[in-house]
DNA sequence: GGGCTTTGTCAACGACGTTGACAACGTTGT
DNA sequence: ACAACGTTGTCAACGTCGTTGACAAAGCCC
């Protein structure tokens, strides 16, 4: 029969998760999302499409240890520092992972949230909660509005490509600029000032929310 | 040669673009997004899978438009009512937008808003703001601070199954309660009061956010 | 009623994720 | 050293997806 199989592997070295892993970061950070396919990261790594299920049982698990491992970059805080420092050091690491990784954030949104990674970040959230001193009883509504407003900001940062981006800021800007004063009167006077820096809006929001958890941490 | 089309149309009447938009609504409100195919659109209708070119450009077309019929639902405010209850309601019809039709949620999420009904949404919030006493320097990071909390907490209640639907809800917190606590001790021990009414959350936050709106808006 | 545009059908293409049989490789026991 | 074995990459293939182009039926206009 005739020659079956190369009598060396290519360029490439043997396969394992992490060699995967890595590149399959690689390629949808620089390519987006929609680039991440079997096909095209066999061809990256050098290897047939279908080389990469010895290691992930299916693409939807290799992109859950994907996701998994961006956690890791989130350490635990500080035991003995103040709790408001702690939560906004937890919720700024948070978003920011969203906005780094925009095309891995629509991939996190898409499936449940059982990493286990999250569940080390939600357990460090309640403890700085516990500290601030709310209630067993108020614990659930203030945690969920602190994972909403972290993942909500963030979540709109990953999925609107004008506000990270500036290029296209600027062409929604002018977007706006251009539409009819007549049926669009307050958006077209306020246009040029749309669109500040992302990472400001989110920091003074959270301010905010901090203020109010505090206060309701003191109130008793 | 052999019988080639049908004599007459099925059981069908002739096709338009609001028989699809009805169709293809009622498919992924009721088996979510992955179950909107052309094809199996096509079998919904009684008709071809590629009949639906002839009125949509492409999928994302006919998505876009599904999309932006959903924005209908939200009114002008009324122009002499309180800029604060106004703002208040159009986040919160916004915000029940996504709660109500996750599945198109995140189609949303997935590609660009120049839906010509958010143009709308936006100026009506930036009325509001203006009207609030917000100063042209500051309405940009005042908008995108409500655009960011109604669509964040929309995205996030979307594509959080746990939030919104009580089985699932009470499958997380087993999850959590389940934890070992050596190693998630606050987790474990606040998981029976986790995931209270997003509504409530929500609109609670929400007030927060309009507190600070107003103490900006008074402060000159 | 003849000619025109519109609209649905059909077969097909390329890309996708995934599977099962097979062959090369690496390791291990003796 | 060598045979046996489990591991890992290759190959061909399946079923699904969105989409296109040629064709035919239906509707419309004068």
Redesign the interface.
Known sequence: MAITGRPARRGAARLDRQRILDAARALCDEEGLPALTMRRLGAELGVDSTAMYRHFRDKEALLSTLIDELFLDIAEPPANAPWRDNLREIMRSWWRIYRDHASLA?AM??Q???EPQL??L???C??EL?RAGIT??E???A???V???T???????A???W?TNTTDRDGQRR??AA?DPA?????Q??AW????D?E???A??TE??LD?LEARGTRL
């Open positions: 629509q949104a898409g449940a949230d059982d569940f080390h939600t357990d460090w309640l403890r516990l067993p009883a614990i659930g509504h945690y969920q509005a994972y909403n407003h993942v909500g900001h963030g979540l709109v940062a999925f609107s490509p506000i977007t706006y539409l049926i669009f009167p307050a958006a006077a306020s000032v749309l669109y500040p992302p400001e809006v989110f003074d929001s905010l929310l109010a």
